[in-house]
């Protein structure tokens, strides 16, 4: 079976760093644009930053200079390093393919960032 599990989130003040981690059972995650994606209650969920499979770096105007998103194919996790965090960046965090390839959701990791 296919498990995503994401882990890390945590409750921080503005300005604050968290580092989540995306970790993959049942699948290998390497050959796979994979990203972070975001969703606060009300809203649509966002993919705000990608990894492709060789590495390509996309992010949202709105986490630009803030998130860094990286791969380790060797212990098959996704990484999601949130620096300078804002309180319009809380919301649950999942990763995934990005890719309308999808894998099962996880629960995702709520980040809550005091205002």
């Known amino acids: 079976q296919v498990q995503v599990v994401e882990s890390g989130g945590g409750s921080v003040q503005p300005g604050g760093s968290l580092r989540l981690s995306c970790a993959a059972s049942?699948?290998?995650?390497?050959?796979?644009?994979m990203g972070w994606y975001r969703q606060a209650p009300g809203e649509q969920r966002e993919l705000v930053a990608r990894?492709?499979?060789?590495?390509?770096?996309t992010y949202v105007d709105s986490v630009k200079g803030r998130f860094t998103i990286s791969r380790d194919n060797a212990k098959n996790t996704v990484a999601l390093q949130m620096n300078n965090l804002k309180p319009e960046d809380t919301a649950v965090y999942y990763c995934?393919?990005?890719?309308?390839?999808?894998?099962?959701w996880g629960q995702g990791t709520q980040v809550t960032v005091f205002s």
């Open positions: 995934n393919r990005a890719s309308a390839s999808l894998l099962p």
């Open positions: 049942g699948t290998i995650l390497s050959g796979y644009a």
């Open positions: 990894i492709g499979s060789g590495g390509v770096l």
